[in-house]
């Protein structure tokens, strides 16, 4: 894979992040009543609070939603090569009259490393059918999140990004898959800035790998194998990503990791102390691994949540000779214009293999 590393704008925020809004948000965290109340503070997290850590902050621009004001927006021609580029078209993601866009669907499956069944979002193509067999994108919400993150917020056009693409012959009609990321077999687990809180994501990659894909693989028709197999994940699923792809690359042939959250490595934040998944100097592929052949980190100039993390991890991929694309997206917050920046390119880097190899 070629080494890309745009760095088309200086980021704005240097040092780390406060919590969203006003409301401190420290150790100690637990979610009742579907309001987080942290124990020393007694401070709660209200629904919105916490969807913003989930699927992104809102921006302002999301009011301005409706096809006409987008359609009338001036048009940049898309071409196919394999730049970067921050901002994904309007002409991708807007709602067109003359694409077949189907709406998520829900499922569930049977989780042996949870002991319980567990639920998922899925789009299929809007023409789906038995007779074809589909790639896959497995797409990791953020912290408190569940598989409703995604389907939740249509203001992150992922359907419309993904079937714009692929109605316009770009990419494969593709089946996009939303899991729950809180793999825990505890019932009474709830996710929380603590670090016991936090195993639950970690433990993700073996639900992943040994419950959701087998069923997936199962029971839809799919394409398998890495080429057509692959990972995104936004904030703590940009975690998620990372350390998936690195214990596991052999499975995804495109990796997009968003504002990926903190963690990874042993660090301390304004949220919690991490321990780390692992060393500074293990975050890498092993020595002689298949590797995907995109690998994609980005994140907001103006990331409120996660700071300057995703870069770090960029320079310790770098540092570590790991290849990846990095790139930021000029004043993004943590939010839906980095998410759709995210998927854009992710899949844009697979039109462009698609054509030319
Ligand atoms: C943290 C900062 C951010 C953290 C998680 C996040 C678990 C996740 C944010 C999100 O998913 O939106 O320290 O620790």
């Known amino acids: 894979m070629k080494k890309k590393y745009i760095s088309i704008s200086i980021a704005l925020m240097t040092a780390f992040m406060c919590a969203c809004g006003t409301t401190t948000i420290q150790e100690d965290t637990t979610v009742a009543d579907n309001n987080v109340v942290n124990e020393s503070t007694g401070l709660e997290m209200t629904e919105e609070e916490m969807n913003a850590f989930a699927s992104g902050i809102a921006t302002e621009n999301e009011a301005v939603t409706d096809t006409e004001s987008e359609q009338t927006s001036v048009e940049e021609e898309f071409v196919l090569n394999n730049e970067i580029e921050e901002k994904c078209p309007s002409s991708v993601s807007t709602h067109r009259t003359d694409v077949d866009y189907s709406d998520y669907t829900h499922g569930t499956y049977y989780s042996e490393t949870c002991g319980m069944d567990r639920g998922y979002s899925i789009i299929l193509p809007g023409d ?37 693409m692929a109605a316009d012959g770009l990419i494969e009609e593709t089946i996009v898959v939303c899991p729950n990321m809180y793999a825990t077999a505890d019932p009474e687990m709830q996710p929380g800035f603590t670090a016991e809180q936090c195993v639950p994501y970690d433990n993700f990659i073996n639900d992943l790998v040994n419950d959701l894909m087998p069923y997936i693989e199962s029971n839809y028709s799919v394409l398998t194998g890495r080429e057509n197999t692959y990972l995104a994940g936004f904030s703590m699923g940009g975690r998620e990503t990372i350390f998936i792809t690195l214990q596991r690359p052999e499975l995804f042939g495109y990796v997009c990791a968003i504002s990926a959250a903190p963690g990874i490595v042993p660090t301390t934040d304004g949220f919690m102390t991490h ?34 993390y995703p870069k770090q991890y960029h320079e310790l991929l770098t540092t570590n000779g790991s290849d990846h694309i990095w790139y930021e997206v000029t004043g993004a917050d943590h939010d839906n214009n980095a998410i759709k920046s995210g998927l854009y390119n992710l899949f844009k880097q697979i039109a462009y293999d698609k054509v030319n190899n």
């Open 128 to 164: 789906y059918s038995e007779d074809k067999q589909y790639p896959v994108l497995y797409l990791l919400h953020g912290i408190f999140g569940n598989e409703y993150s995604f389907s939740s917020d249509a203001n992150n056009k992922i359907r419309e990004i993904v079937a714009n």
């Open 275 to 308: 321990p780390g998944q692992m060393e500074e100097s293990e975050m890498r592929f092993a020595d002689g691994a298949v590797e995907p052949n995109v690998f994609i980190i980005c994140c907001g100039t103006k990331d409120s949540v996660v700071g300057t």
